[in-house]
């Protein structure tokens, strides 16, 4: 069985979902490699982030429930 690490940006309020590719509020051109393939942790500054860093995105409310179940 493999196991796969998911970018810590998945679980990030500032992620664009609707997009096609990797960008965020931080990084609206792309998501750096480092930050993207966790390299580096995003709670801490990184050069061109804006001052915006990882924020855990709210749990839809749909899914709460089956998360504390």
């Known amino acids: ?20 590719n990797q960008t965020c509020a931080a990084f609206p051109e792309g998501i750096p490699e480092e930050i993207w393939t966790n390299q580096h942790d995003h709670h801490t500054p990184y050069p061109g982030d804006q001052g915006v860093r990882f924020e855990l995105a709210p749990i839809p409310e749909g899914k709460r429930e089956a998360v504390t179940s």
């Open 1 to 20: 069985m493999t196991n796969t690490i998911q970018p810590m940006c998945t679980a990030c309020a500032h992620l664009d979902r609707t997009a096609d």
